[in-house]
T-cell receptor, first 114, second 113 residues
Framework: GEDVEQSLFLSVREGDSSVINCTYT??????LYWYKQEPGAGLQLLTY?????DMKQDQRLTVLLNKKDKHLSLRIADTQTGDSAIYFC??????????????FGSGTQLTVLP | ETGVTQSPTHLIKTRGQQVTLRCSSQ?????VSWYQQALGQGPQFIFQ???????GRGNFPPRFSGLQFPNYSSELNVNALELDDSALYLC????????????FGSGTRLTVV
């Protein structure tokens, strides 16, 4: 079955880079996503990467994908206090029926220290 | 273009009761998925509706059921509520069963006492 794992906590200083790591198990995943969740809020899509890509850059965000090791990372450059939130990695795969469901990790709590 | 809206935002129910949660999908989206997010965990897939039919289901019992309407809005119904049903329920809309990504609502926080 599918399983997505992330480290639970990460603390960085304001202005430093943050790297959040994720491993997944379903080799049939076609898209991998990073979502951000602030307290009391829903999920905000940050970025995604197609499974045949190695890297994707979007302003301060860089996603790296190592398909052989099933490892995904999210790098946030020049981390700001507003980046403090929980970050979820998710893989997209066909589930029962023809639904394309997301399988999420448990989330990484990023704390940005002034 | 409106996003995904969910109602109510918060709800308290007693064990054994029934609850209905509502979701309006983003304009142009024909697919709605429901997720349950327990405290401190990632969201878990409940089921998906595509063109008014259930299109896939996660590992949830039959007392979790849903509907999708012709305007693609959706309801999640939970019967015989249990304490462990306390969670944030998230609705996500997408086009064509999720092929092009998902937009999430802010969720309904359900507390069962």
């Amino acid at each position: 079955g599918e399983d997505v794992e992330q480290s639970l906590f990460l603390s960085v200083r304001e202005g430093d880079s943050s790297v959040i790591n994720c491993t997944y198990t379903d080799s049939s995943s076609t898209y991998l996503y990073w979502y951000k969740q602030e307290p009391g809020a829903g999920l905000q899509l940050l970025t995604y990467i197609f499974s045949n890509m190695d890297m994707k850059q979007d302003q301060r965000l860089t996603v790296l994908l190592n398909k052989k090791d099933k490892h995904l990372s999210l790098r946030i450059a020049d981390t700001q206090t507003g980046d403090s939130a929980i970050y979820f990695c998710a893989e997209s795969a066909i589930s029962s029926g023809s639904a394309r469901q997301l399988t999420f990790g448990s989330g990484t709590q990023l704390t940005v220290l002034p | 273009e409106t996003g995904v809206t969910q109602s109510p935002t918060h709800l308290i129910k007693t064990r054994g009761q029934q609850v209905t949660l509502r979701c309006s999908s983003q304009s142009g989206h024909n697919t709605v998925s429901w997720y349950q997010q327990a405290l401190g965990q990632g969201p878990q897939f409940i089921f998906q509706y595509y063109r008014e039919e259930e299109n896939g289901r996660g590992n949830f019992p039959p007392r979790f059921s849903g509907l999708q309407f012709p305007n693609y809005s959706s309801e999640l119904n939970v019967n015989a509520l249990e304490l462990d049903d306390s969670a944030l329920y998230l609705c996500a809309s997408s086009l064509d069963r999720g092929a092009s990504g998902y937009t999430f609502g802010s969720g309904t926080r359900l507390t069962v006492v």
